[in-house]
Each structure stands twice: as structure tokens, then as C-alpha cells.
């Protein structure tokens, strides 16, 4: 039943993501892309109520897991932030990922075809892991944002302004206050997220993990920091968000 | 009953010709009415824009109503415009009521204020009495027409000039220009109407820095902003979102040193520059630097042109919106 709901969900994220495309190719805006991505969290809401209740616990045990909390936290930030500031256009670029995560967990092998509950559930461990991957929810739409912002920046400094792409593309200031705020956001939650894996108790093994989960916190704090302080030009502040969000990805996919 | 349409408009009358045939909008009702007063003429109207004035008749007799109409306005004239007035009948003049709702026949191709325009003289006359069944089905239809062509064809899309080309890629960094300064290099005349059309679209201040102080001053005050010696210009880079420059100097005046100088001040933020100058002031090299959008008068130019052809192309289209819908529209005066 809760594979049904996923597979639910990533067909929802994958038509949000096509129909927008094909919007904005049209030249149009994509004013139903937020109707599908809410029924995309939906069906991510009733997977991961299904498989919180099989655990007992927050529902992190496995890579599918954390795939989909990842997704939902997306898109539920997307929800929020979105129409919130009248970037229609950010649910064309965040589906596409919302779908990749979605299907990654769909592969065999990632999700536990039948999930065990979690013995002895500590509340730090719980807090450490729905915040983290919460703000990783975050840091994913900034990258989004990024991406949007240097695809407008590119087609303004080149002079390629007849797509409806461009056309469709939310102004360049709005756009990085979205990706500052995003920015603040994901480092916030990370912060609680780093904090309670301090406090909870860990074995030597864990050590890995919480050593990178505190290097990439470090590297938001740079660049959240030598942003305000100093200032940075948008392509810089678009491309750290890109880089960080993926180099953190790749960095838990491996420790 | 048949349908008449008098009128005179930019493509046929000089401006001094349609200012004699000017009808202020608190005076559109009252003229309307007043071509009631003409002999079988059964409903009247009156457009009047600061492009066209139109005479809209239902009448028994077009002929015999044209003629009186031709003599009211020579009177109220003083001299015969007949030579500038064009006259169409029937199908033709609704065609025409169509074209000039959805904006084929305004000076800017596909501009939007005509169908404003047109509503109201409409609602006046109504309002007034002046319209009954074959004009109002008329102008309803006309309405719809309208309405159609711009949902439905991309006529109004993209600026056809260069200060609104400018606005448009200001307002697509900026957003809302309400919290956008601007300064202007040269108190030229380009500068001057591309920065009304900036302020027009809400842009927070105006300062004017020119070689002639007085020129900047003057500029300024027009504009309700502020005016800065020449060799000031520098420091209040640090501050602006937008720069206009069309100075008439033979070499670059804003070089990529000059915002080096300032982006630390500026802490990188965005900065728009337009350079409408020939020959250049802007060194294309500040387009380089990352947080610099640079445009130069041949760029907007070109997009506009883009923008007119694109409009241009449109035209067959709206055309068959335009006979679809009359096909449909059963008047005893077509």
C-alpha cells in the first residue's frame, strides 16, 4: 500500500513537472503546477504516515526513507515559499526533482519491503534526523532557486530574451531573496539538526556522519555569512547553493 | 436601418487637423447625443482619442446622413477636412470598430489603451442615450472581438519601444521599481523619455548628472528628482540600481574601473545599465563584470523591432478572429 502512495506521488510530481515545461515552452504561465505538487504531498503525507506507523518512529530507517522525506520537505517548502512570493515558476524546476528522489526510492532495494519497528526511540535521534533531512528540504529548493536564477542571468547577459522561459522567470532580485531566505531557512534547521546529533547518543561509527553533517553546515555558515557581510554577486551566492546542496548529497550517499 | 462610420485618424490627418475634431471625454456623451439631432440619424456615437476621432451612425439613409454629418463638422471645423475623413458602410464599418478595439489600426500596433478608450465614449454614449439596439449589439460584439484577439493572439506582447523595452528588463531585475534609484549621464532627450517611463512604472528617485549643471538641474526638477555635479557621478554609483547614460561624449565615460571602484559599496547587488549613446559611453568591457546587465541603444532597439514583428505577424490572425466573429453578429445594419 505504501509503495501504491509513492508511486502515486512521483506520477503526480513527473505530470507537474511536464505540464509546466510544456507551459512555459507555450509561453504560458504553469498556474496548475501547484495543483499537482499539492497532490504530490499528499501522497507523500499518506506514505509517510503508512510507513511511521510500521516504524513507530519518524520514518528515516532506510535511504528510500529519506529519499521521500527529502521529496516531501521539497515540496512542502515549495507550497509554502512558492506562490507565497509568486514564483509559479519554481514548481517547474523543483517537480523534476521531487521525481528523481521520488523514483530513486522506488528502485529495488531502497525502501524495506516490509519496515521493522525501531526499538528504544530517542527523541534527540528523532529530532537530529526530521530536521536535517527538513532542512535539507530547504537547501534542495534554494539550489532550485539557484539554477532558476542563473538561467535568467545567463539569458539577460546574453541577450536571449524571446523564450517563454524567460518570459516566465520571476525577476532576478526576487529570485535571490528567495534563495537568501531559503538559505537562512535550511541553515536553521540544520543548526537544531547538528545540535541534536551532538546530544543524542552516538557510537564511534556515527562519528563519520556527524563530522560531514558539520562540515557542510559550516559551508552554508560561509557562505550565509560572507553574503551578509560582504556581499556576493547572485551568480556566486547560486552556484554555492548548487554545489553545497550537491556536494551534500554526495557526501551522505557515501558516509 | 444602416451603419455608418466618419472619421479621421493618425494615418489621415496631421495632428493640427485632428486637434480641430478633439472631443474632451467629459464632452463624448453630450456630442454623441447631439448627432441624434441630425436628420434620420437614429443612433449615434462619438471616439475621440488623441489619435482618431470616429462618428459611429445608425440612420436610415447613410447617404443622407453622411452628407449632414459632413456639414455639421465643416461648420464646427471652420474649413472643409473632408480631403482627411474616411467613410465605410455597413460590414466594413464594423470591421473597422473591430480592428481599431483590438488595436490593428492604433499608431502602436496591438496597444491595449484603445479598448479603455473605446468602452468609455461607448458607456457615455449609452449613459447619454444616444445608442440602442443596432449599436449596441454593435459595440458588445466589438468588445468580445477585442477581448478574443488578446487572449487569444500574442498581439500585445513584447515593447515596441526603447524606453519600454528599458522598463521591461528593469522591471525583470528589479521587480516592483518602487525601491529602484536611477541616475541619468547627460541630459538628453532619449534619457529624459526613458526615464519618465521609469518613473512612470513607480521607480523611487531620479538623479540627473550632466556636464551643464544647469541642464541636470533643470532635468531634475522636471522629473521630481535630484541633480549632481558631473564630477559626482562616481560616488552615486555606489547607490543606484539603474544608469542611463546618453552624455555625447567622443570616448567611454563609464568604464569597468569606475564600478570595480564601487561593487564592494554596492555589495554586489544588480546593476541595470542602459547606454543610449552614439558613440557608446558605457565600455562593453562593465558588461563583463558579473552583477552588470548591459544594454546599448542597437540591443533595445532590436528588441524592439523583434517585438513589432512579432506583433506584425500576428495581424492574420487576429484578422480571422475578427471575421469569425462578425459572421456571427446578425445586424439589420450589415
Not at chain 2, 487569444?152 to 522598463?167: D, K, L, P, Y
Not at chain 2, 555606489?238 to 559599496?265: K, L, M, Q, W
Request: aromatic residues 8%; glycine residues 8%.
Amino acid at each position: 500500500m505504501d509503495r501504491w502512495t509513492l508511486v502515486a506521488a512521483t506520477v503526480l510530481s513527473l505530470i507537474a513537472g511536464a505540464w509546466g515545461m510544456w507551459s512555459v515552452h507555450r509561453g504560458h504561465r504553469s498556474r496548475w503546477t501547484v495543483v499537482w505538487m499539492a497532490g504530490t504531498l499528499l501522497c507523500q503525507f499518506a506514505f509517510l504516515g503508512l510507513r511511521g506507523e510500521a516504524r513507530g518512529a519518524c520514518p528515516l530507517a532506510d535511504r528510500g526513507e529519506v529519499l521521500v522525506f527529502l521529496a516531501w520537505s521539497l515540496t512542502l517548502f515549495y507550497l509554502l515559499v512558492g506562490p507565497a512570493y509568486r514564483i509559479s515558476l519554481l514548481g517547474v524546476f523543483s517537480a523534476p526533482v521531487v521525481f528523481c528522489f521520488q523514483a530513486a526510492a522506488l528502485l529495488p532495494g531502497m525502501l524495506d519491503s516490509s519496515p521493522e519497528k525501531i526499538a528504544g526511540v530517542n527523541p534527540w535521534h528523532e529530532t537530529h534526523s526530521a530536521t536535517s533531512v527538513l532542512a535539507y528540504g530547504a537547501l534542495a529548493l534554494a539550489a532550485v532557486a539557484g539554477v532558476m536564477f542563473l538561467v535568467l542571468d545567463h539569458q539577460l547577459k546574453e541577450h536571449h530574451l524571446k523564450s517563454g522561459l524567460f518570459r516566465n522567470l520571476p525577476p532576478v532580485r526576487e529570485l535571490l531573496v528567495s534563495l537568501t531566505r531559503l538559505l537562512r531557512l535550511g541553515g536553521f534547521l540544520l543548526t537544531i539538526g547538528i545540535v541534536a546529533g551532538f546530544l543524542m547518543p552516538h557510537d564511534k561509527s556515527a562519528l563519520p556522519h556527524l563530522v560531514a553533517a558539520l562540515a557542510v553546515w559550516l559551508a552554508y555558515l560561509v557562505v550565509l555569512g560572507v553574503h551578509g557581510i560582504r556581499g556576493m554577486t547572485g551568480r556566486r551566492l547560486a552556484c554555492s547553493a548548487l554545489a553545497l546542496f550537491v556536494f551534500s548529497l554526495l557526501v551522505f550517499a557515501f558516509i | 436601418m444602416e451603419l455608418l462610420c466618419l472619421g479621421l485618424n493618425h494615418k489621415t490627418a496631421p495632428v493640427e487637423v485632428r486637434e480641430r475634431f478633439a472631443v474632451g471625454t467629459s464632452r463624448l456623451g453630450e456630442a454623441s447625443l447631439a448627432l441624434l439631432d441630425l436628420h434620420g440619424v437614429a443612433e449615434g456615437l462619438v471616439i475621440s482619442t488623441c489619435n482618431r476621432t470616429e462618428y459611429y451612425l445608425a440612420a436610415e439613409d447613410s447617404s443622407h446622413a453622411v452628407r449632414e454629418l459632413e456639414n455639421l463638422l465643416a461648420k464646427l471645423a471652420g474649413s472643409d477636412a473632408s480631403p482627411h475623413f474616411y467613410r465605410m458602410e455597413r460590414a466594413e464599418a464594423a470591421r473597422h470598430l473591430c480592428r481599431v478595439v483590438s488595436g490593428l489600426d492604433s499608431m502602436m500596433l496591438g496597444e491595449t489603451e484603445i479598448f479603455g478608450q473605446v468602452k468609455q465614449a461607448y458607456q457615455l454614449a449609452l449613459d447619454a442615450g444616444a445608442t440602442r439596439g443596432v449599436l449596441n449589439r454593435l459595440f458588445q460584439r466589438a468588445f468580445t472581438v477585442g477581448k478574443k484577439v488578446r487572449t487569444n493572439t500574442s498581439i500585445q506582447e513584447g515593447s515596441t519601444s526603447v524606453g519600454n523595452v528599458a522598463v521591461d528588463l528593469a522591471e525583470k531585475i528589479f521587480g516592483h521599481l518602487k525601491n529602484s534609484e536611477v541616475m541619468i549621464l547627460g541630459a538628453g532627450e532619449m534619457s529624459r523619455i526613458t526615464a519618465q517611463s521609469l518613473v512612470s512604472r513607480g521607480a523611487r528617485s531620479i538623479i540627473v548628472s550632466n556636464r551643464t549643471y544647469d541642464r541636470a538641474v533643470e532635468l531634475a526638477n522636471e522629473m521630481g528628482g535630484s541633480a549632481v555635479r558631473f564630477d559626482a557621478w562616481e560616488e552615486i554609483l555606489a547607490r543606484v540600481d539603474v544608469v542611463i547614460s546618453s552624455t555625447g561624449s567622443p570616448h567611454a565615460v563609464v568604464r569597468p574601473e569606475h564600478v570595480e571602484r564601487v561593487r564592494r559599496a554596492r555589495k554586489f547587488r544588480p546593476l541595470f545599465l542602459i547606454d543610449i549613446a552614439v558613440p557608446r559611453d558605457i565600455d562593453p568591457a562593465v558588461g563583463e563584470i558579473e552583477e552588470v546587465y548591459l544594454y546599448d541603444i542597437d540591443t533595445l532597439e532590436q528588441l524592439a523591432v523583434e517585438a513589432r514583428q512579432r506583433r506584425e505577424r500576428q495581424i492574420v490572425e487576429c484578422e480571422n478572429i475578427i471575421e469569425a466573429e462578425l459572421a456571427k453578429l446578425d445586424l439589420p445594419g450589415l
